[in-house]
C-alpha cells in the first residue's frame, strides 16, 4: 500500500512546519495583558484609540509553542476527511492528542461523538473551551490541558493526530495496547513500518497537510489456535498474519493472513477462513459469502 509523501523526505517535521509559517507569534499573555490595561483604563474614564479596537479574542498564530510539537492546525478539508475515513458516529469516542485550538474535537463533537482533546499550551485549551461553546457543543467537546503522552486513552475509539513521525513512533506501544478496533488517523504523518490500513488524500480546498493515514488497532492473535481439523499457528507483525496449518502430518502455509481490528481473514492451502476474534476463540465462517460453513477455533496455552 502506498503511503503519502511530501517533498521533504531530509527534513525533521519541525523544520517543515518552521519553514512554512511566518515568525508571527502573538503570544495570547500579550493579547491579554493589552485587554486588560484597555479594561483598567476604561474602569477610571479614559479611552484611547487602540483600546477601541482591541482584540477580544485570541487568533492564534501558527507557531504557538506545545510540549513537543508547535501549533499549526490541520486543514479543515483534511479534519473532515479524517473523521470520514474512521467512520466517526455519535457512538464513538475521539480523543485529539495534542489538540491545538479544538477544531478536529469540535468538528467530531458535531457530528455527535463524545470528543477529548488534550492540550499542553494552556493558552489553546481556553480558546478551545471557548470555541466549542460558539459552537453549542460545549457538552460533547471537553479539554484537558496536559501532556498527550501521560493521558489515559482507553476510553477512545477513535485517536485523531497531527505531531510528528518520531512522536507517532513514541506513542505507538500505548496504541497498540488499545481496545481491537479502535482507529488511530494522523495527519501526514506515519507510524513507522506499521503500514496504513487506508490513507486520503484531500486535493481542494486544501493547500498543505492534506493526507492523512489510518491504522486500526489489530486483535492479538499470535500463537497456537486448536479447530477440530487441526492447529493453525500464527506469527503476527500488527494487522499480517502469516503462519501453518497442521493438520494430521500436513503442514499447509497460511497466506494472505491480515485483521481488521477484530475481523480475521488467511487462507490455508485453497480455504479462505474469515472470523471474528473475541479473546480466546475465534468464531467465523469458510468460503466467501454468508452461506460459508462456519468454523471456531480456540486458543492452545503457551507452554510455561
Ligand atoms: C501541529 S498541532 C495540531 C493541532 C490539532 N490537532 C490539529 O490537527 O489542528 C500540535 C499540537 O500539539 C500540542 N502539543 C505538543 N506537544 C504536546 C504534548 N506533549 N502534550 C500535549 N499537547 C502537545 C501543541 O501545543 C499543538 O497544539
Redesign the pocket.
Known sequence: MSRPRGGFAHTSANER?ARIIRPQIVSPSTVASAQRACIALALVGVTVGVCAQAPTELTPRPG???????????PEA??DAMLDMARVTPQDVVM?????????VITAAKRGAKAI?????PD?VALSRRQAAVARVADKATFVR??????DLSAATVI????RDD?NLRLRPKLLDLKPGTRIVS?TFAMGDWEPDDLVVVERPCAQWCSAMMWIIPAQVQGTWRLPSGDMTLTQTFQVVTGTFRSGTTRTPITDGRLRGDQIMLTAGRVRYSGHVNGRVIEGAIGAGRGGVKWTATRVPARQ
Open positions: 512546519v504557538l509553542p506545545g510540549k513537543d510539537v508547535i501549533w499549526l492546525g490541520s483534511l479534519v485529539d492528542l495534542g489538540s491545538g485550538d479544538g477544531r478536529t482533546g488534550v492540550e499542553y499550551n489553546l496536559g501532556d498527550l503522552f501521560q493521558a485523531t493526530l497531527f505531531l512522536l495527519n
